[in-house]
T-cell receptor, first 109, second 114 residues
Framework: QQPVQSPQAVILREGEDAVINCSSS?????VHWYRQKHGEAPVFLMI?????EQKGHEKISASFNEKKQQSSLYLTASQLSYSGTYFC??????????FGTGTRLTVIP | SAVISQKPSRDICQRGTSLTIQCQVD?????MFWYRQQPGQSLTLIAT?????????ESGFVIDKFPISRPNLTFSTLTVSNMSPEDSSIYLC???????????FGSGTQLSVL
C-alpha cells in the first residue's frame, strides 16, 4: 500500500518551480508531506485532510484530491535550501502513516 | 511538539548478533512507531509500539525478528535479532503526540551488519 511519487528525481535551478505528485491505490483520510535531507530525519511540512483543500507553507503548497486519491506538492521560486528528498505519507483506514516512494529534489545555483 | 532521543546513533555489528535501539521521548505520547529506511529508499513502517500490550507489526515484519518493548508512554526499544547484512539500514523511532497530526522523528540509528 505504498503510495507512488513522481517524478523520482528532479534538478532545478534556483528560482524555478517544481511539482511533486503522490498517488495512492487506497482511499485516503489525509496526506502528509515531509522533507528529508541527507543524513537527517524527515521533517514535517504539512498535512492535508479530506475535502480537497490546499495548504501553503512559505513558497511550498500542496493540494489533495480525495476522489483521485492524489496529492501534489508545489514548490515555487525554489531555493538551495529546498534540496532534499520529499516524501508524501498517506493515512488510510488503518490510521497509520505509509510513506511514498520519494522524490529527490536538487536545487543548483 | 516532542523531542526524541534515540540511541545508539550508529553501530557496526557482526552477523548473528542482536542490537537493541532505545527511544526516549520528552513527553508522554500514545502513538509510537518504528520505521526502517534502507539505503536510498523510503521509510517502511515496521510496527506500532503499544504501551501495555504487544506491538502491532506490519506485513513482512515479525516479533521474533524485531521484538519491541513499550514499558511506558515515554520509552520504547526495538531489537534487531539474529542480524544479517540485509538488516543494514537506518532505524527510526517516531511519535505522534496528537492523533492524526504530524510525526516527529528521532535522529535514527544507522546499523551496519558485517
Amino acid at each position: 500500500q505504498q503510495p507512488v511519487q513522481s517524478p523520482q528525481a528532479v534538478i532545478l535551478r534556483e528560482g524555478e518551480d517544481a511539482v511533486i505528485n503522490c498517488s495512492s491505490s487506497k482511499a485516503l483520510y489525509s496526506v502528509h508531506w515531509y522533507r528529508q535531507k541527507h543524513g537527517e530525519a524527515p521533517v514535517f511540512l504539512m498535512i492535508l485532510l479530506k475535502g480537497g483543500e490546499q495548504k501553503g507553507h512559505e513558497k511550498i503548497s500542496a493540494s489533495f484530491n480525495e476522489k483521485k486519491q492524489q496529492s501534489s506538492l508545489y514548490l515555487t521560486a525554489s531555493q538551495l535550501s529546498y534540496s532534499g528528498t520529499y516524501f508524501c505519507g498517506t493515512v488510510t483506514g488503518a490510521n497509520n502513516l505509509f510513506f511514498g516512494t520519494g522524490t529527490r529534489l536538487t536545487v543548483i545555483p | 511538539s516532542a523531542v526524541i532521543s534515540q540511541k545508539p546513533s550508529r553501530d557496526i555489528c557482526q552477523r548473528g548478533t542482536s542490537l537493541t535501539i532505545q527511544c526516549q521521548v520528552d513527553s508522554q505520547v500514545t502513538m509510537m512507531f518504528w520505521y526502517r529506511q534502507q539505503p536510498g529508499q523510503s521509510l517502511t513502517l515496521i510496527a506500532t509500539a503499544n504501551q501495555g500490550s504487544e506491538a502491532t507489526y506490519e506485513s513482512g515484519f515479525v516479533i521474533d525478528k524485531f521484538p519491541i518493548s513499550r514499558p511506558n508512554l515515554t520509552f520504547s526499544t526495538l531489537t534487531v535479532s539474529n542480524m544479517s547484512p540485509e538488516d543494514s539500514s537506518i532505524y527510526l523511532c517516531s511519535v505522534e503526540p496528537d492523533r492524526g497530526e504530524k510525526l516527529f522523528f528521532g535522529s535514527g540509528t544507522q546499523l551496519s551488519v558485517l
